[in-house]
């Protein structure tokens, strides 16, 4: 379950948020405040994993709030006004909903928190990660903003002490992050470890030559501590296609 507030000037607005919330069996209404003060105190006194947060509101805008709080929750952006969007970002919030807000539009957006929180818990070992991943995708922070990967065009994932550098058919993102917690959240039937500092999809290795994992124009050393793992579980593709 994820604690959420919802922060918001208009009654209306802030009833029909909590409709929505009532219908999302992984979302629990923690409260409900009128502004940020408000909100501040709030969160000194309950715990909450997301915040819907409304932008032009009395006494002090959605937007001042996120430039004043370190390290608030995670905060999805509700508001009538499209031109805040890049500053919204710019405070890494987590979506940013245009008010008339559709059910579907914000099913989309809890649906990205959730995934967001699984993806940090599993990086903080705060919970053990599932034998494969639940959903094709994941999320990472990135430069300020949100990105959706997906695993199937994930090449490999490079380590750089607390950053990590993910590869992927169509670009590279880093993140802060480290690769062990990373090799938790993905199957280890698709992902596998090849050196200390490097992790690959098996589906993509397309040559092994000495030292060296290649995949399209990428060549990924291969470690001696993890050549005689990777060659078996290599032998052990080509026997299942014989076979």
């Given amino acids: 379950m994820m604690n959420c507030v919802i922060v918001d000037d208009e009654p209306l607005a802030r009833e029909g948020l909590a409709d929505f919330v009532e219908d999302v069996d992984f979302l629990q209404l923690a409260g409900m405040c009128e502004n940020p003060v408000q909100l501040i105190n709030f969160l000194q006194a309950n715990t909450v994993d997301l915040i819907f947060l409304d932008i032009q509101m009395p006494k002090m805008s959605g937007m001042d709030f996120l430039k004043i709080t370190k390290n608030p929750p995670m905060v999805i952006l509700t508001t009538a006004y499209p031109n805040y969007a890049v ?17 579907d539009r914000f099913f989309m957006a809890v649906n990205k928190a959730r995934d967001y929180q699984r993806f940090l818990q599993f990086s903080s070992g705060q919970q053990q990660a599932p034998a494969v991943p ?6 990472i922070k990135c430069g300020g903003k949100y990105e959706k990967l997906f695993l199937d065009e ?11 550098n993910i590869f992927t058919t169509k670009s590279k993102y880093t993140t802060q992050t480290n690769l062990k917690s990373l090799e938790q959240y993905f199957d280890k039937g698709a992902f596998m470890r090849v050196h200390k500092s490097y992790m690959v999809a098996l589906r993509k290795i397309e040559k092994l030559e000495g030292n060296e994992i290649f995949i399209q124009t990428h060549r990924i050393p291969l ?20 076979g």
């Fill in 154 to 164: 994930v090449l490999y994932i490079e380590s750089m002490q607390n950053y990590i």
């Fill in 87 to 103: 500053e919204g970002f710019q405070l890494n919030v987590l979506d940013y909903l245009l008010k008339p807000i559709t059910f």
């Fill in 223 to 242: 470690s001696r501590n993890y050549r005689d793992e990777v060659i078996a579980t290599i032998n052990s593709k080509l026997l299942d296609r014989r």
């Fill in 134 to 139: 639940q959903a094709d995708y994941f999320f």
